[in-house]
């Protein structure tokens, strides 16, 4: 799935198309996605103007003049591209996976003469409209933790949400009801760059008191650092995600641990091998050597 990143590189690559243009149409082709379009999907959406394009953990939120907000999410599998519009559009993707009509599912027409067309061949995305009014205090959103590239992620806040916490602290960070949007990618990413190990106790981030750690003090800027470097790379392409132009995101070239099992650590000076271990279903990359 889309981690922060890559939901905020379509952030910034969708916006300059959608904010400030109206909805001339919208063509559903299935009823629903991961789950039915809400009612009246397509007319509700019908002459709306998109006043911003905000992102919240892994959803995209377009707040519309009309009181309402569009929400999207990519789920596994999904891709926006953009057709036409004007002089200086946003290139039409070139790559076949995101040109396949078949997967087209959604096609948002605007007044500026742009198409934006959703992909999706797995159907595991969603969309909905909600009143904006209040929106935050609504699911998904009302239990979603701190966003990690906000003013209020710090080491103090990391340490509070993971006091006391037996979980092993990869687990811990990409819970989302504690800190929203970071993802397995990022999270061992960020370990690595913190010399932690993903094993470790959640708890050892806060001592006795609660006060931030040495490692709460070491994680927290990683965790900023490694989004922010993959925000700027346009997010990592593994398997799904490219960016709304149809480029690829170019983080996966920075990769310390993740999906290097076997490779040496590269961290100077240090002899260890990349190892994989299973937490929660998913895999865990981490050099036991560096990280403690």
Same mark, same amino acid.
């Given at each position: 799935? &889309?981690?922060? @990143? ?9 916006? &300059?198309t959608?904010v ?13 996605l991961?789950?039915?379009?809400? &009612? ?15 992102r ?7 707040a519309?003049?009309?009181?309402e907000?569009?929400?999207?999410h ?12 004007? $002089? ?22 605007l007044d ?18 909600? &009143?904006s009014?209040?929106?935050d205090e ?7 933790g ?24 990869k687990?811990?960070l990409?819970?989302?009801k ?7 990618? +990022? ?7 913190a ?7 959640a ?8 006060r931030p ?18 925000? $700027? ?16 995101? +170019?983080?996966?070239h ?11 650590? @590269? ?26």
């Amino acid at each position: 799935m &889309p981690e922060l @990143p890559e939901v905020e590189t379509v952030r910034r690559g969708l916006a &300059p198309t959608l904010v400030g243009a109206r909805f001339v149409r919208v063509e559903t082709r299935q009823s629903g996605l991961r789950a039915p379009f809400p &009612p009246r999907f397509a007319e509700r959406l019908k002459g709306r103007r998109i006043e911003a394009l905000k992102r919240r953990a892994k959803y995209l939120l377009a707040a519309l003049d009309g009181g309402e907000t569009l929400i999207l999410h990519l789920g596994m599998s999904g891709s926006f591209r953009v057709e036409g519009g004007g $002089e200086s559009p946003i290139p039409t993707t070139h790559f076949p996976r995101g040109k396949n009509a078949a997967h087209d599912h959604v096609v948002f027409v605007l007044d500026n003469g742009a198409r934006v067309v959703y992909n999706d061949p797995r159907r595991f995305g969603a969309m909905d409209l909600v &009143p904006s009014e209040g929106i935050d205090e609504r699911a998904p959103f009302d239990a979603l933790g701190v966003e990690p590239l906000s003013k209020e992620f710090d080491a103090a806040r990391l340490a509070a949400l993971c006091a006391g916490s037996r979980a092993p602290i990869k687990a811990a960070l990409i819970d989302q009801k504690r800190i929203a949007g970071l993802g397995n990618i +990022y999270a061992c990413e960020a370990l690595w760059r913190a010399r932690i190990s993903p094993l470790r106790p959640a708890a050892i981030l806060a001592d006795a008191r609660g006060r931030p750690t040495a490692a709460a003090r070491a994680l927290a800027p990683a965790i900023r650092a490694v989004l922010e470097e993959a925000v $700027e790379a346009g997010g990592s392409t593994l398997r799904d995600h490219r960016q709304p132009d149809g480029e690829l995101g +170019y983080f996966q070239h920075s990769f310390a641990v993740y999906d290097r099992e076997g490779a040496a650590c @590269p961290r100077r000076g240090c002899r260890g091998i990349i190892a994989r271990v299973a937490q929660g279903g998913r895999s865990t990359f981490h050099c036991p050597a560096c990280q403690k």
